[in-house]
């Protein structure tokens, strides 16, 4: 069975950082591309980072760029994401995914995902 676990969300100010952590069990962790989404009340979840299988290829939302850092250890099966600078409008809830492909890119879309956690909520207040 697989499992995808989120940690770490919480309240922080304006310009604070939080670090996300994501624990995966029941898969061969290191085959998939692993990614973190977001949803804002009302919004669509939204793609925020993803990183290679060996963890030697990121991409990031435009959003996020620059103040966001995703990172895997492979060996531990965890996939992290720092969070820096933060802005009231990364408020919502945070979700780590695992997609399976044999493709090397990196997917944006919720739909490319296999595995979804059951998220984390990140507030940053103003």
């Known amino acids: 069975q697989v499992q995808l676990v989120e940690s770490g969300g919480g309240l922080v100010q304006a310009g604070g950082s939080l670090r996300l952590s994501c624990a995966a069990s029941g898969l061969t962790f290191a085959g998939y591309v692993m990614g973190w989404f977001r949803q804002a009340p009302g919004k669509e979840r939204e793609f925020v980072a993803g990183i290679s299988r060996p963890g030697d290829s990121t991409y990031y939302a435009d959003s996020v760029k620059g103040r966001f850092t995703i990172a895997r250890v492979n060996a531990k099966s965890m996939v992290y994401l720092q969070m820096n600078s933060l802005k009231p409008e990364d408020t919502a809830v945070y979700y780590c995914?695992?997609?399976?492909?044999?493709?090397?890119?990196?997917?944006?879309?919720?739909?490319?995902?296999?595995?979804w956690g059951q998220g984390t909520q990140v507030t940053v207040s103003s």
């Open positions: 995914a695992a997609d399976w492909s044999f493709s090397p890119r990196i997917a944006t879309t919720r739909s490319d995902y296999d595995y």
